[in-house]
C-alpha cells in the first residue's frame, strides 16, 4: 500500500533563508509524487509535481523539490524563503502500479519570520 | 482561483441531520475527487467519480454518499451527522482521473459545523 510521510509538523525559518520541507514516501511501483500549499481559509493549490525524467522539479512561486529515489524522499526546497510563504505544505504520493488514489501527508506548517 | 467551485462555503446544522454538498468541477474535467479535511485525521480521500461513474474509494463511511451528474457536477451527501463529522469538505477534479501523473485542482471548500 502506498503511504506518505511529513515528518516535521512545523518548519520555522528567518526571512531570506533557504527552507526545506521534507517528504517520504512508499509505493509498490513507481511514484508520482506532488506538492500542495494551504493558506487559511483556503483550497489547496498545486505546486509542483514529479512524473519522470529530471529528479529535481521547479513549481510555482519559486519552489522546487529534489526526487531522490533511493532515499524515497521528495523534499520541498526554496532558496530564499518569504514571509507569505508562510502557509500550510501537503505532500501526496500516487502509486504507478495500481489504483486511482492520491494519498496525502499529515501536512506540514510553515512558518517564515521576518 | 483554481475553476473548482463549492457551495455552500459554510454550513452549520445539528446531530442527526442530513446535507448536500455540492461541487463543479472546472470546465472540461471528467473526474472528482471529495476529500474530508480535520484536524485529527488531516486530509482523508472518501471518493472518485469519472464521467458519472465511481472510480475509486477511500474512507467514506455509510453514512456518507455521493454522486455526478450527466453535467459532471457532484453533490456529496452526509447523513445521521455527528460531531466527529464537523470538518473541511474539499473537492477536486482532474481531466481523466486515470493519468497517474495527473495534477488534481482543489475548490476553496465547505465548512461544516455539526452541533
Known amino acids: 500500500a502506498q503511504s506518505v510521510a511529513q515528518p516535521e509538523d512545523q518548519v520555522n525559518v528567518a526571512e531570506g533563508n533557504p527552507l526545506t520541507v521534507k517528504c517520504t514516501y512508499s509505493v509498490s511501483g513507481n511514484p508520482y509524487l506532488f506538492w500542495y500549499v494551504q493558506y487559511p481559509n483556503r483550497g489547496l493549490q498545486f505546486l509542483l509535481k514529479?512524473?519522470?525524467?529530471?529528479?529535481l522539479v521547479k513549481g510555482s512561486y519559486g519552489f522546487e523539490a529534489e526526487f531522490n529515489k533511493s532515499q524515497t524522499s521528495f523534499h520541498l526546497k526554496k532558496p530564499s524563503a518569504l514571509v507569505s510563504d508562510s502557509a500550510l505544505y501537503f505532500c501526496?504520493?500516487?502509486?504507478?502500479?495500481?489504483?486511482?488514489?492520491?494519498?496525502f501527508g499529515a501536512g506540514t506548517r510553515l512558518f517564515v519570520k521576518a | 482561483d483554481s475553476g473548482v467551485t463549492q457551495t455552500p462555503k459554510h454550513l452549520i446544522t445539528a446531530t442527526g441531520q442530513r446535507v448536500t454538498l455540492r461541487c463543479s468541477p472546472r470546465s472540461g474535467d471528467l473526474s472528482v475527487y471529495w476529500y474530508q479535511q480535520s484536524l485529527d485525521q488531516g486530509l482523508q480521500f472518501l471518493i472518485q467519480y469519472y464521467n458519472g461513474e465511481e472510480r475509486a474509494k477511500g474512507n467514506i463511511l455509510e453514512r456518507f454518499s455521493a454522486q455526478q451528474f450527466p453535467d459532471l457536477h457532484s453533490e456529496l451527501n452526509l447523513s445521521s451527522l455527528e460531531l466527529g463529522d464537523s470538518a473541511l469538505y474539499f473537492c477536486?477534479?482532474?481531466?481523466?482521473?486515470?493519468?497517474?501523473?495527473?495534477?488534481?485542482?482543489f475548490g476553496p471548500g465547505t465548512r461544516l459545523l455539526v452541533l
Open positions: 477536486a477534479s482532474s481531466v481523466v482521473g486515470t493519468g497517474d501523473g495527473e495534477t488534481q485542482y
Open positions: 501526496a504520493v500516487r502509486d504507478g502500479a495500481g489504483g486511482f488514489k492520491t494519498i
Open positions: 514529479y512524473i519522470t525524467g529530471d529528479n
